[in-house]
């Protein structure tokens, strides 16, 4: 049953969005087994498949298959912008670390979202520090639209009712709160600060009970948690809290205390994980979606500085929230300019540019995050992409 509904609401997708009949065949066969591997949801009349792509009835994945799918734009279609650099919480893993400088005003963000737009942006996540520290963080998700999916990445810390009633008339797309462990010592030991724990769970209460609006989970995985068996039981723990999705990715080497080899998960984790994800999304309710299986070979890769940017709180743009590299800063040059200089770097490849990558990243630190435009470059020289993933395979063949 729950296949069928999710067949049939894809269906209605396709009849309300028909211009996708104008893909590619190959294009649209891909879609449609990519899209077998989880089942759409309804939230208030939203169909998701998952966070990471708009709801498939939505102003915004009409611009995906316009823009991206059939005049096959240059542009990134997705970026995640910083709105502050401040945060209760210190998490050893956090992609912000060691990061500094003049924080981007909300005029400047407000810009930096029409530029993205304007570039071909369909999804803009919404991070920090602690977004929800930003007063206007209503504003900005309001001037993101209704053509253009948001994602708020929360730890909860200062969330109330009223504001999550303002989020949502402001018209957030997506909400995803970060929980990192079942039990309330590990999680708060991982984040540094005593209370993550019950403001994750109190926020994910908040924003269930408005109950028009996609919850999720965002959870970093430790090369610990693998080595216990224990996925499957943080899995179970996240099923009961009731929300619309899991959100999983792994520690990443981004910051120097991550660049150890024993923190990695292996290539085998990473198959057993992914493998792990088809056969929960298979039973329906929740969705399991790992970042790791988005990137897979089989599906889009690593879209890293090319389909996805960064802009951090001191608007240094990087080709992802995990790579500790500018290209340039939009208080001083315009981000037209310095996404089409970085996407000449990144033509996208089957593995994960960070994970592959690393070693060369850390030659090259020299203790500030991150490291510039020159650096940056310097580093581009040395490293040599692998093929594309089968979406780009297929899409630019």
Not at 26 to 44: A, E, P
Not at 79 to 88: D, E, V, W
Not at 112 to 121: E, H, N
Not at 299 to 308: L, R
Request: glycine share 8%; charged share 20%; proline share 4%.
């Amino acid at each position: 049953m729950v296949a069928a509904a999710g067949k049939l609401r894809v269906a209605k997708t396709i009849a309300t969005t028909p211009a996708i009949l104008r893909a590619k065949p190959s294009i649209n066969w891909f879609l449609c087994q990519y899209l077998r591997k989880f089942t759409v949801i309804d939230v208030d009349g939203k169909l998701v498949v998952h966070s990471h792509l708009p709801p498939l009835n939505s102003k915004a994945y009409q611009r995906f298959i316009r823009e991206h799918l059939l005049s096959r734009f240059a542009g990134p279609s997705h970026a995640q912008i910083g709105i502050t650099n401040a945060c209760p919480q210190h998490c050893e893993y956090c992609y912000n670390k060691g990061r500094k400088g003049e924080v981007i005003d909300t005029e400047m963000i407000l810009g930096a979202i029409r530029d993205l737009k304007s570039l071909g942006v369909f999804w803009i996540g919404l991070t920090g520090g602690e977004p929800l520290l930003n007063k206007d963080l209503p504003t900005i998700v309001e001037n993101i639209g209704g053509d253009c999916a948001s994602k708020l990445f929360t730890t909860g810390c200062g969330l109330t009712k009223d504001l999550a009633m303002d989020l949502k008339q402001a018209g957030l797309t997506y909400v995803t709160v970060s929980l990192d462990h079942w039990e309330e010592g590990q999680h708060d030991a991982v984040r540094k600060y005593k209370g993550a724990y019950k403001a994750a769970l109190r926020a994910i209460e908040i924003f269930l009970e408005l109950g028009s609006l996609h919850v999720s989970v965002s959870a970093v995985l430790s090369k610990q948690l693998f080595q216990l068996d224990a996925v499957e039981q943080f899995l179970h723990f996240l099923q009961n809290l009731g929300i619309h999705e899991a959100w999983l990715s792994e520690t990443k080497p981004t910051v120097e205390s991550c660049w150890d080899k024993q923190l990695q998960i292996t290539e085998e984790e990473r198959g057993s994980l992914m493998a792990l994800q088809d056969q929960y999304n298979k039973m329906g309710g929740m969705t399991v979606n790992y970042l790791s299986h988005f990137e897979d070979a089989r599906h889009f890769g690593c879209t890293a500085g090319h389909k996805m940017i960064y802009v951090d709180a001191f608007g240094e743009v990087s080709p992802c929230v995990f790579i500790p590299m500018s290209f340039g800063n939009i208080q001083r040059r315009s981000l037209r300019e310095i996404v089409g200089n970085m996407r000449a770097h990144f033509p996208t490849e089957n593995k994960c540019f960070i994970n592959k990558n690393y070693e060369i990243v850390q030659k090259h630190f020299a203790g500030v995050s991150p490291l510039n435009e020159e650096d940056s470059n310097r580093i581009m020289d040395e490293v040599v992409f692998g093929p594309r993933a089968r979406f780009f395979e297929l899409q630019y063949r």
